[in-house]
């Protein structure tokens, strides 16, 4: 059975680069992405959040 870690990106700012990848790997748009997840880092409100699933 495979265990999943659950990353945050807020918790883990520098994996900015990794979630971009992972991401745009899927659905592209990396300048729009880059953007949602960069709003993310610099807010201070609970919402938006980033998040990927690693094994």
């Not at 745009?24 to 709003?39: E, K, Q």
Request: hydrophobic letters at 40%.
């Amino acid at each position: 059975m495979n265990d999943f870690l659950m990353v945050s990106l807020r918790e883990n700012p520098a994996e900015l680069e990794t979630f971009l990848e992972v991401f745009t790997s899927h659905w592209g748009n990396a300048p729009v992405y880059r953007n949602c997840l960069s709003a993310c880092l610099k807010s201070t409100a609970p919402l938006p959040q980033w998040y990927i699933m690693r094994t």
